[in-house]
């Protein structure tokens, strides 16, 4: 609840045409549930008028899954990639390549997040 005579009203407005560049949704490990799915999760940013979303998932590619919640989702675009973590191999350019042309293509390629030294310890 916001204290009297304040509002959401320019949040709301600076959400308008803008897209979300990480963004995590289930399913996941069941040591740390996401509390949405891909689908949900570009249903509530088109509602609130965002125009798009970028998926990641620590443990797929996730462009696939974004080229699903796109003909699932009418009117808003969802992004994906792939998260260079051990489950592909690490720093793998094959991997790479692969993300490129699969589904649509990776719209993001990023080092790995989940499999890092200060993660992995």
């Given at each position: 609840?916001?204290?009297?005579?304040r509002?959401?009203?320019?949040?709301r407005?600076?959400?308008?045409?803008?897209?979300d560049?990480?963004?995590?949704?289930?399913?996941?490990?069941?040591?740390?549930p996401?509390?949405?799915?891909?689908?949900?999760?570009?249903?509530?940013?088109?509602?609130?008028?965002?125009?798009?979303?970028?998926?990641?998932?620590?443990?797929?590619?996730?462009?696939?899954t974004?080229?699903?919640?796109?003909?699932?989702?009418?009117?808003?675009?969802?992004?994906?990639?792939?998260?260079?973590?051990?489950?592909?191999?690490?720093?793998?350019p094959?991997?790479?390549?692969?993300?490129?042309t699969?589904?649509?293509?990776?719209?993001?390629?990023?080092?790995?997040?989940y499999?890092?030294?200060?993660m992995?310890?």
């Amino acid at each position: 609840m916001l204290p009297e005579g304040r509002s959401y009203q320019k949040s709301r407005e600076l959400l308008k045409g803008a897209i979300d560049i990480h963004v995590h949704a289930g399913p996941h490990l069941t040591t740390s549930p996401r509390s949405v799915t891909p689908i949900e999760a570009a249903m509530q940013a088109r509602d609130a008028g965002m125009r798009a979303i970028v998926y990641m998932d620590v443990f797929q590619m996730s462009n696939g899954t974004a080229q699903l919640v796109n003909e699932a989702v009418p009117d808003f675009l969802t992004f994906g990639g792939i998260n260079l973590n051990t489950v592909f191999g690490g720093i793998n350019p094959r991997a790479v390549r692969t993300s490129l042309t699969y589904a649509g293509g990776a719209k993001y390629i990023a080092f790995g997040t989940y499999s890092t030294h200060w993660m992995a310890s």
